[in-house]
């Protein structure tokens, strides 16, 4: 059998599998049942390694070892595989993020906020900046920003930018609002993105200002995070934002929007 070096590499990344149990299923899976030796022959696995793997893939639930001499092997359908990996993925994610927390409360936390404390003590406060490289990085960073808003949250976007935000942000935005925090968002109405942006009534005004292209959001014109490129020309891995904690710059941002936000109908 020809093994597509695309297709495995989709199997290896979907499925978390190393390159040797991705040739073995996919090998098992065009027969449907075999045993190791006639597996490890399609596949091209070394033959010594090939119980290794089927021990591996049996555990994981990807195959079924069918009983008899000589031993074989049946290939378990796709379907109730994802479904096994799902399940498996969660609880895994569940247990870390049980681990993760529970951290908060121990003496090694507590070590930790002390290194970092005691670390920024020493660091000029016009100096504190960072680059972040992909949305999801990106995204992270602004609900930090966000969770630390007193008074007032500043977000200019686009089309697309409003419609995510909405989509991942609104719950944070909801709490500041109910907090007191005044909310507003500069982005292009759209047919689509106004009926987005009706999610948010009573959290945040939505305005479009005419000639204000850019995307930042701005936390007590005080914590700035602006991105550097349009995100109609580029992919989510490849976004890539800059933020600045510094009240001198993003007050002089702030009062540029104020103009902005005023002149605008």
């Known amino acids: ?5 695309t297709f495995l590499k989709r199997l290896r990344s979907s499925f978390d599998l190393n390159e ?8 098992l899976l065009s027969k449907g049942v075999a ?3 006639e597996l490890a022959d399609i596949s091209n696995v070394p033959r010594s390694r090939s119980y290794d793997v089927l021990e591996s893939l049996e555990k994981r639930g990807f195959i079924l070892m069918k009983l008899g001499k000589p031993i074989k092997y049946l290939a378990v359908a796709p379907e109730e595989v994802i479904g096994r990996v799902k399940k498996s993925v969660l609880q895994d994610a569940s247990q870390k993020a049980l681990t993760i927390e529970t951290l908060k409360d121990s003496e090694f936390f507590d070590d930790l906020d002390l290194l970092f404390k005691n670390g ?4 000029d406060p016009t100096t504190i900046s960072g680059s972040l490289r992909g949305r999801r990085n990106i995204y992270d960073q602004i609900e930090s920003m966000l ?6 949250v500043v977000i200019s976007t686009t089309e697309k930018g409003l419609i995510r935000k909405v989509d991942s942000l609104k719950y944070v935005l909801k709490r500041l609002a109910g907090n007191g925090v005044k909310i507003r968002i500069v982005a292009p109405l759209t047919q689509e993105s106004e009926i987005v942006s009706k999610e948010l009534k009573g959290v945040a005004t939505v305005k479009e200002v005419k000639g204000m292209s850019s995307r930042f959001v701005l936390v007590d ?3 700035l995070l602006f991105m ?3 995100d109609e020309k580029i992919t989510d891995k490849n ?6 904690n510094s009240p001198f710059f993003a007050s002089t941002l702030s009062t540029l929007f104020e103009h902005a936000w005023n002149k605008s109908k």
């Not at 059998?1 to 070096?5: F, G, L, Y």
């Not at 040797?20 to 090998?27: L, R």
């Not at 920024?120 to 660091?123: L, R, S, T």
């Open 239 to 244: 976004d890539v934002g800059v933020w600045v």
């Open 1 to 5: 059998m020809i093994m597509n070096d």
């Open 20 to 27: 040797y149990e991705a040739k073995i299923w996919m090998a």
């Open 120 to 123: 920024i003590d020493h660091v």
């Open 147 to 152: 969770k630390t808003a007193k008074k007032s």
């Open 228 to 230: 550097l490129t349009d």
């Open 35 to 37: 045993t190791a030796g």
């Open 221 to 223: 014109d005080t914590n």
